[in-house]
């Protein structure tokens, strides 16, 4: 079990940015894959960004090109970049991490983008 922590939410005009950031409680180098995924009131739960220990990426389709994951091992965290935010973009985002075959998720971060 790893134990995540999560920051960075807000309130952000429609166009603005947000960073999330996720501290792990488990060394990072030995985190096969870590990443987010954002819920919105009423719809499943979604995939947003994972990066791999190997520094490959997937991103969900609707944020493609608009949201950058990183991960610093070292510091055990991984951020989300969230450039041009919409108001589609609103929703509770949880850190997701995958050590020894088993995920663990964070408590969730809300992100409001509105005018």
């Known amino acids: 079990q790893v134990q995540l922590v999560e920051s960075g939410g807000g309130l952000v005009q429609p166009g603005g940015s947000l960073r999330l950031s996720c501290v792990a409680s488990?060394?990072?180098?030995?985190?096969?894959?870590m990443g987010w995924y954002r819920q919105a009131p009423g719809k499943q739960r979604e995939l947003v960004a994972i990066?791999?220990?190997?520094?490959?990426?997937s991103y969900g389709e609707s944020v493609r090109g608009r949201f950058t994951i990183s991960r610093d091992n070292v510091k055990n965290t991984v951020y989300l970049q969230m450039n041009s935010l919409r108001p589609e973009d609103t929703a509770v985002y949880y850190c997701n991490v995958r050590f020894r075959g088993m995920d663990s998720w964070g408590q969730g971060t809300q992100v409001t983008v509105s005018s």
């Open positions: 488990r060394n990072g180098f030995s985190i096969s894959v």
């Open positions: 990066m791999r220990s190997g520094g490959t990426t």
